[in-house]
C-alpha cells in the first residue's frame, strides 16, 4: 500500500513538527535537508526511502517559497530560463546516477564547499540589485550553473540552496533578496525533477512525504514572506548561521563518522 502508515503517530507528528523548522529555515537560507534527512534515519526509514521521501515534502516546501518570491516580483522566470532548463536536466541526471556514484570524496569535500559560502557571505560585499527589476540578467553561465547545481541536488543535496544563494551573488547583479528567490526556485525545479525518478523507481513514502511536506508548505510560506520583510538585513545572519551550521554537522557526519 502506497500510502500505509509505516511509522506511529507520535513519530509522524515529530517529523511535521521537523519539517515546519526546515521549511521556515530553508525558504530564508537553505539548508533545509540537513534537519529532515536525519530525522527521517531516525524514524528508522531505509536511505534509499530517505531519499526519495525528502524529495517529495522539499518540493512541498520549495514551490511555497519559490511561488511567494514570484508573487512579490522578485523572481522573473523569463531571465532565468536557461538556468530553469540546466536545473532540471542536471537534477534529472544527478538522481538516475545517484545509486551508482561513489560520493565519499564528494561528502568530504562538502564542509569545506559550505563553509567557503559562510565566509564570502560573511567577508564579501554583498551587490545591490539595479534599480531597474525587469534589467537583463546575463545568461552566459546559466546553462553551467543549473546543470552542475541540479546534477548535486539529484545525487546528494545537503547545502544546495546556500550554493545557488552565493553563486547567483556572484556572477550576476542581484542583491541577497533576489538572490534568494532564485534559490527557491531553482530548488523547486531540481527537486520536483529528482522527486520524478525517485517515484519511478519506488523510492517514496507517500505517507510520511505528504505529512512533512504540507508541514514544509507552512513554514516556507511564513520563511518566505519573513525574508522578504526582512530584506538582505534578516537574511544574512540567518544564512551565516545556518551554513556554520551545515558545515558544522556535515564535518561531523563525514570526517568524523558522526550520524
Known amino acids: 500500500m502506497p500510502f500505509e502508515l509505516t511509522v506511529e503517530p507520535t513519530t509522524l507528528v515529530v517529523l511535521a513538527l521537523v519539517a515546519f523548522v526546515a521549511g521556515f529555515i530553508d525558504a530564508i537560507a537553505g539548508g533545509g535537508g540537513l534537519l529532515t534527512t536525519p530525522a527521517l534515519l531516525t524514524a528508522g526509514l531505509p536511505p534509499h526511502l530517505v531519499l526519495g521521501t525528502n524529495k517529495l515534502s522539499s518540493t512541498f516546501g520549495s514551490a511555497t517559497a519559490g511561488f511567494t518570491f514570484y508573487r512579490r516580483k522578485l523572481f522573473h522566470p523569463k531571465q532565468w530560463t536557461r538556468g530553469l532548463i540546466g536545473t532540471a536536466v542536471g537534477s534529472l541526471i544527478g538522481a538516475v546516477v545517484a545509486h551508482y556514484l561513489p560520493a565519499e570524496l564528494l561528502n568530504q569535500m562538502l564542509p569545506v564547499i559550505v563553509f567557503g ?3 564570502y557571505l ?3 560585499g554583498t551587490p545591490k540589485a539595479p534599480l531597474d527589476s525587469d534589467a537583463p540578467i546575463n545568461t552566459k553561465w546559466q546553462l553551467p550553473q543549473g ?14 540552496g546556500a ?5 547567483t551573488l556572484l556572477m550576476y547583479p542581484v542583491d541577497l533578496v533576489k538572490a534568494s528567490g532564485v534559490a527557491r526556485s531553482m530548488n523547486f525545479v531540481s527537486n520536483a525533477a529528482a522527486l520524478t ?3 519511478i523507481n519506488g523510492s517514496v513514502d507517500w505517507a510520511i512525504g505528504l505529512c512533512m511536506g504540507s508541514a514544509l508548505m507552512v513554514g516556507a510560506f511564513l520563511g518566505a514572506r519573513t525574508a522578504i520583510q526582512g530584506g538582505a538585513k534578516f537574511i544574512r545572519p540567518v544564512f ?11 564535518a561531523w557526519q563525514h570526517w568524523f563518522g558522526g550520524a
Not at 163 to 167: E, G, L
Open 117 to 119: 559560502c559562510g565566509l
Open 122 to 124: 560573511l567577508f564579501g
Open 147 to 160: 546543470l552542475g547545481l541540479g546534477f548535486y541536488d539529484g545525487v546528494a543535496g545537503p547545502g544546495t
Open 163 to 167: 550554493f545557488w544563494t552565493v553563486s
Open 197 to 199: 525518478i525517485f517515484a
Open 240 to 250: 551565516i548561521t545556518v551554513v556554520l551550521g551545515l558545515t558544522v554537522r556535515l
